[in-house]
């Protein structure tokens, strides 16, 4: 009976049956471990909760390491490469070696654009096809004036980048104000932008093209000149009566296609006509190009005394000095509004030689192989003094072809007597 209830207090009365023989043993790990089912298997999360209490230094170590090896090369590719290669872009030079303005219309252009790219690394780089921003930097966001889609390039060293002809349409009040830059002032750039992917052999980046473009532009047509001008008596049947050569200098490297332009001739206060410029293009250089217009000589006679007034000065040397204004630009038949409206803002002063003037128109009606249509007149000084013109001593040679001679301009600058010849023009004009 002792025997039996002692036997009820032994140690591994309730423990169940041993396993057989062969049965694998639980892990070492699940000794410390209690469990008030038989057999009872952990949870993955579980053994990875006691693996990790038990091995996380390994990890953190190897993991550091690991770091150390990978993160600079990790950095390299998604850091320092773009960063590398924006900064050699951004360290390019990027000139604009020749350009095409053509066929303009009231919303649009016909634009190409040649430019040199030289990169401060002498290492091929290829980029993707990418659209160009042609916008002006001084004005606020949306002024973007008109875009152009450029192909890919593998560039080494100086390379040529160049966008053919292409139709462009424009945003119109970014492209005046642009125009209106490029007109008046004396130099001014063209400032573009764009993105693509740059590739430096396998690796690749993504960089943003944004440079100013410099180069010169057109200061206000400085150097305008008419030379060679031609009355013609009688005027021809659409009432031309004018006709010349004019100089309109272009120190930019663009060809620009004006279209017609019509000028106003002014002297003083007072519009003597208009001059036309038909189908006008303006290439790089000096652009010389035939002009013809409507010369209104009865105005001009009836006011000749302020006229040599206002021109006594420029009489003096030879010339006359006309201002001109743009009072229409028309391209195909239709006005084109921004260079219009930027001509009606630009006045230039063309010098014209009045002896060219006088002996062309002359030897036009009488005299073709004329030089001087007062060769050979006889004048008195006040001082009674004769000589005659063309053949005076004091004329200088270099002046005989576009003056009237020195005496003889003289001899028109005395009030007095100007006011005779005035009285003799106005009645050969009512002849």
Not at 89 to 100: A, E, I, N, P, R
Not at 347 to 375: D, S, W
Request: glycine letters at 8%.
């Amino acid at each position: 009976m002792d025997e039996k209830k002692d036997a009820k207090y032994a140690i591994g009365l309730h423990r169940g049956p041993l396993p057989a023989d062969g049965a694998d043993l639980e892990h070492i790990e699940t000794a410390d471990t209690i469990s008030l089912l038989p057999n009872a298997k952990r949870t993955r999360s579980q053994n990875f909760r006691r693996h990790w209490t038990r091995f996380w230094c390994c990890y953190a170590f190897f993991g550091i390491i690991s770091l150390a090896i990978f993160l600079p090369i990790f950095l390299s590719f998604l850091v320092i490469i773009p960063a590398i290669a924006q900064r050699v872009l951004d360290g390019s030079t990027l000139l604009l070696t020749h350009s095409d303005v053509l066929q303009p219309r009231p919303d649009s252009i016909v634009l190409g654009i040649t430019s040199a790219l030289k990169l401060p690394l002498n290492i091929p780089v290829r980029i993707e096809p990418m659209t160009l921003s042609l916008f002006n930097r001084h004005l606020p966001e949306n002024n973007t004036w008109g875009k152009l889609y450029m192909d890919g390039y593998n560039i080494k060293g100086n390379t040529t980048l160049s966008v053919p002809d292409r139709y462009t349409p424009l945003n119109v009040q970014q492209w005046t104000d642009y125009v209106h830059g490029f007109i008046f002032k004396k130099h001014g750039p063209l400032s573009v932008k764009g993105t693509t992917t740059a590739w430096i052999g396998k690796l690749k980046a993504r960089v943003k093209l944004d440079k100013d473009i410099p180069g010169n532009t057109l200061n206000s047509f400085a150097g305008f000149s008419i030379s060679d001008p031609e009355l013609l008596l009688p005027a021809r049947a659409d009432g031309t009566n004018l006709i010349a050569n004019a100089t309109l200098p272009n120190p930019s490297v663009m060809t620009l296609e004006i279209g017609t332009t019509t000028l106003d001739l002014i002297s003083g206060n007072l519009t003597l006509g208009n001059v036309t410029l038909d189908n006008l293009v303006l290439t790089p250089g000096n652009h010389s190009t035939p002009v013809r217009g409507i010369f209104d000589l009865g105005k001009l006679i009836e006011n000749i005394g302020p006229v040599l007034k206002t021109q006594a000065s420029a009489i003096k040397s030879g010339y006359l000095d006309l201002q001109t204004v743009g009072t229409d630009v028309v391209y195909d038949g239709v006005q084109v509004p921004y260079y219009t409206a930027l001509m009606k803002n630009l006045t230039m002063t063309a010098r014209v030689p009045l002896g060219k003037l006088i002996t062309n128109t002359l030897r036009g009606i009488l005299h073709p192989n004329g030089t001087n249509i007062l060769a050979g007149l006889n004048m008195t000084t006040d001082d009674g003094q004769t000589f005659t013109v063309g053949e005076d001593e004091k004329d200088n040679s270099d002046d005989k072809e576009n003056a009237l001679g020195k005496r003889a301009l003289e001899f028109l600058g005395q009030e007095e007597k100007r006011e005779q010849m005035v009285d003799v023009l106005k009645a050969l004009m009512k002849r």
